[in-house]
């Protein structure tokens, strides 16, 4: 590690407002409806509105397109289709431009008379209302011939294949260590089982929107519901052939993401291409219906897990198969295999994904990718084990703790799991479980208990932000990032409050521009880690400068003192051998007539911190084994359901979460986050699905009231704990991050809850009525 | 226009107001519904509807009583509460989640009612009380529910916020809050995905025991 770089735990040992539970800086504006998301900016001159045509069948050729009758309407600007569209530089089509512009999809709709899904945009009609865009999108006469789709790796017809590497080339395909075959053949005890897991859909409440305004020929703004405005920036301009800087994004707020924001998807480039073919600013908001097809979803999959193990519960070997639907293009699958390669002490493992092609778009990233799905796996396996040998749950998951990572022996960097085992047990009472299932009732109702463990990587990336400081003692803290509800606006104030040693009050902190320095995605959970520790390294280099001043100055108590030699604490810069010689910076900016200094910082998260690589923002997820120690938070759930023996319904009923993430930088936004991050789990575990017909590849349940996601009805009170950890590997202020975390372990915890209930094992996700009604009581 | 467009896809493009020439759609306008419910009760229902419906085609003027202010604004017969709050009188704290009635993001009060705006056409909101998220402050000052769902962190992207407030609102008033599986049933019309339910109760329920 470079112990040049300063960081919190040194020079903040006691945190002022950094932990504490800060109600939401931003809130005022989300409670009374000034918040302005991308659809929002009504004030542009000449606004107009854009409204997505898209397909009905899966797979054809569009021969011809009718638009007289939609071109006779009133206020109708334009019709854009494949045939009008403005040529773009680059587009997606082939591997090196999907590359060049970071498109989830290898597909851009609008550039060919090919209809690869349904749900592809074919045309674009834009108009001076949105009532008369989407009636003459409806008059707009689409010409097809229409040919027989694939819908899935489950069709007869599909052909599976073995890729050399999955999720964008992230994940290899097949991963070895051990000797797993012989393991798993020599092990007392073996477990063979299989899992499915539904199409999920992100369903964010804000649709994916766009407004896009052409300032000049050759100058672009676009306010975009994003994860990351740089990202999107990237995407843009290489699409455009601009320089980036040509292409401005804001996102200043955005109605959550969970993924499916984190790239630029077709209708964001379209609703550029429309503004500039009508010479208006245009926006284009997704239909909830367009929504499931048009920014991507967490796909169809089968996992058969291989467990072997001893007769005292000890893991001998684990072998993952995934088998799961991709696109036409791209080889993607969610890297499930990685939390079963990680997550308990076992000398073997192998793992393998195949993949289908078939007519749905690409799937992405949704909360905490592979490690949601995988999780589902090894943790109702590790259950089936408990109960095989009877051994409690918790205890199984003990006696096979990882104490070093086992992908790599190396040591973790931190790792609390033992204490969140311990502290979750004792808030849910889990010494009193029944270790008989099916046993408890309450009333005619059969209660059950469950838990999981949960895990997520510490990705390595890196940020930077800026900090002004103001003599008279306040401050302007800068930088692109995003806030999807997380807290980043609050967590970051907090942050550069401390780091100037000022109330939260006195800072003024921006972000969701490309305009601000550059930041990472919020996405993968980097956001909170990289971003705090870039304007903790900002406000330093502050300090510095300042420092520099002082002992330059012949009126300051540290003249001709070595800047080594001085330390900043509350604000007064002092020499380290003697504090009472010092000055409060203040006096010191004031006597040398300065309003404000300024401060950029780059801030390290995960590897790059400890190894001093400097990798690229957009290498997430790579070289995240470059560092001495194994980064990575740890947790677990423990959950109660209630199950009705005659109608098969479960009810969530208890929930505690107990986490260790590192720093936790605001108790009140950190709780709201796992709790909902355990929310989105539960639904995955119980209603969750999207339904593609088999014969036309169509989802048949595209809207909110035929996909189930949780209601406030649904959820019980639930127990979030937090585990303090110092690391001092991870970043300059220590935090590992929770967004994807809380997701982690839910569903298996929800299903081995429901096998203690009723001794009925489904492995299939959503765990419906009809499913439980329908599988097989295994007592034990 | 750019050279790239055949000029055939391309209409004439006009202002930022709709100005309409034709006409295709009309309706029965509220003033005829209002007028509807003040109508002599021996008369038929079809004869009360005959008499007192107005046909309205095109763009025309509205009038909604939004937050105690009366605001006009120009638009087609077909222009739903929510979109006429949002694209039209720039109300943008109202939400759209589903524009079908599913998600509730769009919940607002009418004559004091808590109603999904994306399922009620602006024409027949007129001459209504319409209460908006931007209508519950008291000048500077929260309302109670606004000050509970900051406390309570009841939420995080805020997208749903709005309704949900304006529920809560409602939900309290109308007495189904008393217990905190009451709530959640009553407050289940209003979507939440960054699952702030728990933390939503909280805050109903606590508006609910001073009310």
């Not at chain 1, 500039?276 to 929504?291: D, E, I, S």
């Not at chain 1, 550069?496 to 109330?503: I, R």
Request: hydrophobic share 35%.
């Amino acid at each position: 590690m470079d112990t040049a770089e300063p960081s919190f735990f040194e020079t903040n040992p006691k945190a002022g407002s950094v932990g504490q539970p800060l109600s939401r800086v931003d809130g005022r504006d989300k409670v009374t409806g000034k918040a302005r998301y991308s659809a929002e900016y009504n004030s542009l001159p000449g606004l107009v509105h854009a409204v997505l045509k898209t397909s009905d069948v899966a797979k054809g050729r569009i021969t011809g397109f009718d638009t007289s009758a939609a071109l006779k309407q009133p206020g109708v600007l334009a019709i854009l289709t494949h045939q009008n569209l403005p040529k773009l530089a680059k587009t997606p089509n082939d591997p090196e431009g999907k590359k060049a512009i970071g498109a989830p999809m290898g597909f851009l709709p609008l550039t060919s008379d090919q209809i690869h899904y349904a749900g592809q945009p074919v045309a674009v009609v834009v108009a001076d209302t949105l009532e008369r865009a989407q009636y003459a999108a409806a008059l707009v006469r689409v010409q097809v011939t229409a040919e027989k789709p694939l819908a899935s790796y489950e069709d007869p017809q599909a052909k599976l294949f073995d890729p050399e590497k999955v999720q964008d080339g992230k994940t290899p395909g097949h991963t070895v260590r051990g000797n797993p075959q012989a393991a798993f053949a020599a092990a007392p005890v073996q477990l063979t089982h299989k899992y499915d897991h539904a199409i999920n859909h992100h369903n964010p409440m804000e649709p994916g929107s766009t407004t896009a305004h052409w300032e000049a020929a050759d100058r672009l703004t676009v306010y975009e519901s994003t994860q990351g405005v740089t990202r999107t920036q990237k995407a843009l301009s290489t699409m455009l052939g601009l320089a980036a800087e040509q292409v401005r994004v804001v996102t200043k707020y955005i109605g959550g993401g969970f993924g499916c924001k984190g790239s630029t998807w077709p209708h964001t480039i379209l609703t550029v291409q429309a503004a500039k073919a009508v010479g208006r600013p245009v926006k284009l908001a997704l239909t909830r219906q367009q929504q499931f097809t048009s920014m991507g979803h967490r796909e169809d999959q089968t996992q058969t897990l291989k467990v072997g193990a001893s007769k005292d519960g000890k893991l001998l070997a684990l072998i993952h198969e995934k088998t799961s639907t991709t696109s036409l293009w791209d080889n993607y699958a969610e890297p499930n295999s990685r939390i079963i390669n990680l997550l308990y002490a076992c000398p073997a493992f192998e793992s393998s994904y195949q993949l289908a092609r078939a007519n749905v778009m690409t799937s992405t990233f949704t909360r905490a990718p592979g490690e949601a799905p995988g999780s589902f796996a090894i943790e109702c396996s590790m259950d089936d084990l408990a109960y095989q040998l009877g051994i409690d749950p918790l205890e199984i998951r003990l006696r096979n703790h990882a104490d070093k990572d086992p992908t790599n022996g190396k040591p973790w960097s931190s790792k609390s799991l033992k204490q969140c085992y311990a502290r979750g047990a004792e808030l849910f009472g889990w010494s009193k479980r029944n270790p008989k299932n099916g046993q408890t009732r309450d009333g005619r109702l059969l209660v059950g208990w469950g838990m999981a463990t949960a895990s997520y990587p510490v990705h390595n990336n890196q940020g930077t932000a800026r900090v002004r400081l103001y003599a008279d003692g306040h401050a302007l803290v800068q930088t692109g990032a995003t806030d999807l509800g997380t807290g980043t606006y609050t967590v970051m104030t907090q942050v550069a409050a401390d780091s100037l040693w000022l109330t939260p009050d006195k800072v003024r902190f921006e972000l969701g521009d490309t305009k601000l320095p550059t930041a990472p995605n919020s996405g993968g959970s980097v956001a909170a880690g990289t971003v705090s520790s870039s304007i903790y390294m900002a406000a330093q280099e502050v300090w510095q400068k300042l420092i520099k001043l002082a002992v330059k100055d012949p009126k300051s108590p540290l003249y001709r003192a070595q800047v080594a030699e001085v330390m900043v604490d509350n604000g007064r810069l002092m020499l380290k051998a003697n504090k009472s010689k010092g000055e409060d910076f203040a006096a010191l900016m004031k006597r040398n007539e300065m309003a404000d200094v300024e401060g950029n910082g780059n801030g390290k998260y995960g590897a790059g911190y400890e190894s001093g690589l400097a990798p690229g923002p957009a290498s997430s997820g790579h070289q995240d084994d470059q560092a001495g120690h194994s980064m990575h938070s740890f947790g677990a759930h423990f959950c109660e359901v209630k199950v009705d023996p005659e109608l098969g319904t479960v009810r969530v009923t208890r929930w505690v979460s107990v986490h260790a993430a590192g720093r936790i930088l605001n108790a009140k936004t950190a709780r709201s986050q796992i709790i909902g991050g355990s929310i989105f789990g539960i639904g995955a575990a119980l209603m969750e699905a999207t339904s593609r017909d088999p014969n036309y590849a169509r989802y048949t349940n595209a809207s909110l009231a035929d996909y189930h996601i949780p209601v406030n009805a649904d959820i019980p009170a639930m127990t979030v704990e937090f585990i303090d950890e110092h690391d001092p590997y991870i970043n300059a202020m220590g935090v590992k991050g929770i967004g994807e975390i809380s997701m982690v372990g839910v569903s298996a915890a929800v299903a081995n809850a429901v096998f203690h209930a009723t001794g009925k094992r489904v492995r299939s996700l959503p765990i419906t009525p009809d499913k439980i009604l329908a599988a097989k009581e295994v007592q034990v | 226009m750019s050279e790239d467009f055949p000029t055939d896809f391309a209409a004439p493009s006009s202002g930022s107001a709709p100005q309409d020439g034709t006409r295709r759609s009309f309706m029965k306008q509220a003033g005829g519904l209002l007028g509807l419910a003040l109508a002599p009760p021996l008369l038929s229902q079809a004869e009360r509807l005959t008499a007192f419906s107005k046909t309205v085609e095109g763009v025309t003027t509205l009038q909604l009583k939004v937050n105690g202010t009366v605001r006009s604004l120009q638009a087609e017969p077909r222009v739903s509460l929510l979109d006429a709050l949002r694209e039209y009188l720039d109300l943008t704290g109202t939400k759209k989640g589903c524009d079908h009635g599913q998600c509730g993001a769009c919940t607002v009060l009418v004559d004091g009612r808590r109603i999904n705006s994306c399922l009620s056409l602006a024409v027949m909101n007129q001459g209504k009380e319409i209460t908006t998220i931007e209508g519950l402050m008291k000048g500077e000052e929260l309302h109670p529910m606004q000050e509970a769902f900051l406390k309570h962190d009841g939420f995080q992207c805020g997208y749903c916020t709005p309704g949900q407030i304006m529920s809560g609102v409602a939900c309290v008033k109308e007495g189904h809050a008393t217990t905190d599986d009451q709530c959640r049933e009553w407050m289940s019309g209003n979507l939440c995905r960054c699952g702030a339910y728990p933390n939503i109760v909280a805050a109903v329920r606590e508006v609910a025991g001073k009310a």
